[in-house]
């Protein structure tokens, strides 16, 4: 492989390197978006860009003259990243829905598109839809389609030309909007990798599920087992070695990897026992900062240290062990949920793809010379632990939470799981949480909340002043 950034000079190393953080945050750049200046700097770099991105991670930049996209290869189902509305409210599977269905139907239109009409196209589509439909006499749909336009509008594919969309779900008999369409950027939205309609599975859209094989030769095969390990590094708070295939160790392990992704992204990589993972402690790359700001996170930082406190436990008091579920394991129960409501009906049969699985790592989990390896198993706490410690958190620190999850525990102590589970910091599974190793970094975690006095210091903007001792103050 060539060398990263290689025709890129000392001193512009690091303006190289903001570049490729930004189209990695973003797979979509446009005129205005993620904001003005954005573009510029992607094109600025855009022959090194395509070429390190290809070489190093295997993604795809395609540029225009308004748009740069990246397609990204994905090895991996996540529920963790959805698409955000405007107020930062994650998608629900109506928004995503309403999303595509716009976008088909602004496929069949002009230069410009009234959003009432677009809203009679989407609902003539979605009416054919068992359990969706689109009912603008409902605020709710109103509210959930404007989101989904909306979304468009952040990225430039549409402009509101007169009018306004707040004002059309408000009253939709008394308002009206007026967008603009743009050709470019709609196209560059939707680029899909595959065609499908040829698809059965979700697993087909996976680059993982078409791993080179045994023909195409090994220097072929570490090539792409490398680019799956500096994405598996890229693209998660940690990589831990246990969940790695046999292919993918010896790669996460290799040297190459921590140079390669340190050039390319500008940050540094931390290599521990039992995985290693892309520090971003400036928040530059990630999409998920923690510890962060509000109520859940502030509510999962201090669970966090519970329960690494209670995975030190020894003696009488030490936590049952059990194992994790694997990554194939989890890809799998995705699947098979994704899969469910897969419109067969849509399928063309005789070009149907169908996902080819490793049977070798669905036989068990190996190491490098082909000796099984031993099962690891993690600190177990049980729903009911943890709702009692999300009680006495609540308890003690509950003043600076928002009300409407303090009044409901269980939300807040599912939000606050959820999280932690994001950041590869505990393992969901049946009747509790397993405590993953990461967790330790969070163990002695305190808190206090800052009196009224305190707020109004001028100086103490940050949350977190140091390891050992952390202000909750919202």
């Known amino acids: ?3 990263v ?35 510029a700097t992607v094109r600025r770099w855009a022959e090194q860009l395509r070429t390190d991105l290809l070489e190093v991670l295997g993604y795809r930049l395609v540029t225009t003259a308004d748009t740069a996209r990246l397609q990204r290869a994905q090895d991996g189902l996540d529920a963790t990243r959805p698409a955000l509305t405007r107020v930062g409210r994650p998608f629900d599977r109506r928004r995503y829905a309403y999303l595509v269905l716009i976008l088909a139907a602004l496929g069949r239109h002009g230069a410009q598109v009234a959003l009432g009409e677009l809203a009679d196209a989407v609902a003539a589509d979605a009416v054919r839809i068992d359990g969706l439909g689109l009912d603008t006499a409902r605020k709710a749909d109103r509210d959930a389609f404007v989101d989904a336009v909306t979304w468009l509008t952040e990225r430039g594919a549409l402009t509101l030309a ?36 040829h698809l059965t599975s979700v697993t087909a859209l996976l680059d993982s599920s078409g791993a080179l094989g045994l023909s195409a030769g090994r220097t072929a095969q570490r090539r792409d087992q490398a680019r799956r390990a500096r994405r598996l590094v890229l693209e998660n708070p940690v990589a831990y ?16 990897l921590a140079e390669d992704l340190e050039r390319l992204t500008g940050l540094g990589v931390e ?77 063309i049969a005789e070009f149907a793809e169908f996902a080819e699985r490793d049977e070798e790592s669905e036989s068990g989990t190996y190491d490098e010379a082909g000796e099984e390896r ?54 969901r599974v049946d009747g509790g949480a397993l405590a993953l190793p990461l967790l330790a970094r969070y163990r002695g975690v305190t808190a206090r909340v800052k009196t009224r006095a305190a707020v109004q210091l001028p100086v103490q903007t940050a949350l977190f002043a140091d390891d050992t001792a952390k202000d909750l103050t919202p």
């Open 1 to 3: 492989m060539s060398r």
């Open 5 to 39: 950034a290689e025709s890129v000079s000392p001193l512009e190393l690091a303006d190289y390197q903001k570049a490729v953080r930004l189209v990695l945050r973003h797979p979509l750049v446009t005129p205005g978006y993620p904001d003005k200046a954005a573009l």
């Open 162 to 197: 007169d009018g306004s969309a707040t004002a059309w779900a408000g009253d939709p008999e008394r308002a009206e909007a007026l967008y603009d369409i743009d050709r470019e950027i709609l196209t560059a939205v939707h680029h899909p990798t595959r065609v499908l309609q």
């Open 241 to 256: 070695y246990a969940d790695a295939d046999p292919g993918l160790l010896g790669q996460l392990r290799a040297p190459a």
């Open 271 to 347: 290599r521990r026992a039992e995985g290693v993972a892309l520090v971003d402690t400036s928040g530059r790359l990630s999409d998920i900062r923690f510890p962060g700001g509000g109520t859940v996170a502030q509510a999962a930082l201090l669970l966090a240290a519970r329960i690494s406190a209670a995975a030190q436990r020894t003696g009488r008091h030490v936590l049952e062990l059990l194992p994790a579920p694997t990554a194939a394991e989890y890809l799998a129960a995705r699947a098979r949920r994704i899969d469910a409501a897969l419109p067969v009906r849509s399928v």
């Open 374 to 427: 031993e099962e690891i198993r993690y600190p177990f706490v049980t729903d009911s632990w943890l709702r009692g410690r999300l009680k006495e958190i609540t308890g003690e620190y509950g003043a600076g939470f928002s009300a409407d999850l303090r009044g409901d525990p269980d939300r807040l102590l599912d939000q606050a799981l959820d999280l932690l589970a994001a950041m590869s910091l505990i393992a």
